[in-house]
């Protein structure tokens, strides 16, 4: 049995993956994989969708002004393309993995709308009318649903992301336009701000298409089925879609039953929480094979987040996700 195909019977658009770049997954070392890896993620019954975990970042796409780059964002979205999976793209508007110019700079907002306006111009332009879906702007909003201080709210306050989304309209039409966060899959604080984000866009009639709860999830602090029913349907009220567009549920490394239980709990809520809720169209994990998982760099002592082991065996949460394609 295979996940995207399960995922399209349970009704969904999609079941998929995010991946790297060869060049960027170097830092794992592993190179031996890399041709059993691609056999899987080439398998579109496995994964029919997929994102570029780094490619099209702003670090990346233009890492000096006006220099613009998509070598790397083309290798993930080229691949797409040649195994007719789907793609969503990821991101316009971030403040993290910024190229340090943008940071550096003194801004004034004359200067950095022109700035922003360029950059999503060449970058959404570049890919036009292949992204089903952008990632317009990026975790935007802090713990309490207040504004995150970055660069672009110091300068424009939320006037940036009434930008980014106006452009991201105008030059590619056909991609559905999203706000991704994370810890925005149980009610609270920043479900509420995500939600006023939203409505925010809409009163001043600028297109939102969706909102992408990210899902990185720590096991056994992971929201319940329930809760994260209520999130979805809450956003969906608004009118919008909503995937799941980063799933992974870390766990202490090494690991014990236990925790590849609790794991593999986490993971089918995640999944039966979409698979119940028509707003949510899809599911993706970010990345499928633990070595080439953000995790261990980001939160040491922690890993083994995703459905494939370094031996290429399957998670028990592998099993979690399948019942909750079939089960709801
Ligand atoms: O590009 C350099 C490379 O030149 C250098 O040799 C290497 C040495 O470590 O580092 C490379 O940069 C890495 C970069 O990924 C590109 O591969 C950084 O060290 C690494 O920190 C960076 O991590 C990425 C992270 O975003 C940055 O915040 C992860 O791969 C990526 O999976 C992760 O993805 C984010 C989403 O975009 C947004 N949501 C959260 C999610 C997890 O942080």
New binding site residues.
């Given amino acids: 049995a295979h996940l995207h195909k399960e995922a399209q019977k349970a009704g969904l658009m999609y079941f998929g993956a ?1 991946t ?1 770049t060869p ?2 997954r ?2 794992a070392g592993k190179e031996e994989a890399y041709p059993r890896y691609d056999r899987i993620l080439a398998d579109n019954k496995m994964f029919g969708q997929t994102t570029p ?2 490619g099209q ?1 702003w ?2 796409t233009e890492p000096e002004q006006g220099l613009f780059n998509y070598t790397e964002g083309d290798i993930t979205t080229d691949l797409a393309r040649e195994q007719g999976k789907i793609l969503r793209c ?2 316009l508007v ?1 403040h ?2 910024l190229a340090p110019w943008v940071e550096e700079a003194t801004w004034t907002a004359e200067n950095l709308t022109a700035a922003i306006t360029s950059h999503v111009e060449h970058v959404a332009g570049h890919w036009k009318g292949q992204c089903y879906a952008w990632d317009v702007v ?2 935007a909003l802090e713990e309490d649903g207040s504004w995150r201080e970055s660069v672009f709210y110091k300068v424009l306050g939320d006037e940036y992301i009434k930008l980014a989304f106006r452009l991201a309209a105008e030059i590619d039409p056909d991609a559905k336009l999203y706000y ?1 966060d ?1 810890n925005i899959e149980r009610p609270g604080p920043k479900v509420d701000g995500v939600i006023r984000l939203v409505k925010m866009l809409q009163d001043e009639g600028i297109r939102i298409d969706g909102v992408g709860m ?1 899902a ?1 999830f720590t096991a056994s602090e992971a929201p319940t089925l329930d809760e994260q029913i209520a999130a979805i349907e809450s956003y969906a009220e608004t009118g919008v879609e909503v995937a799941l567009t ?1 799933l992974d549920v870390r766990i202490p490394v090494p690991y014990t039953d236990e925790d590849l239980a609790q794991q593999k709990e986490d993971y089918t809520n995640a999944v039966g929480a979409c698979v119940q809720v028509p707003a949510c169209i899809g599911v993706t994990l ?2 499928f094979y633990d070595p080439f ?2 995790v261990p ?2 939160f040491p002592g922690e890993g083994a987040a995703l459905l494939w082991f370094d031996d290429f065996k399957k998670h028990p949460a592998y099993h979690g996700v399948m019942y909750a394609l079939r089960n709801g």
């Fill in positions: 995010a790297d060049g960027q170097e830092r975990t780094n970042k670090l990346f990821h991101a971030w993290s993995q990026n975790e991704n994370y990210q990185h980063e970010w990345d998982s953000w760099d980001f």
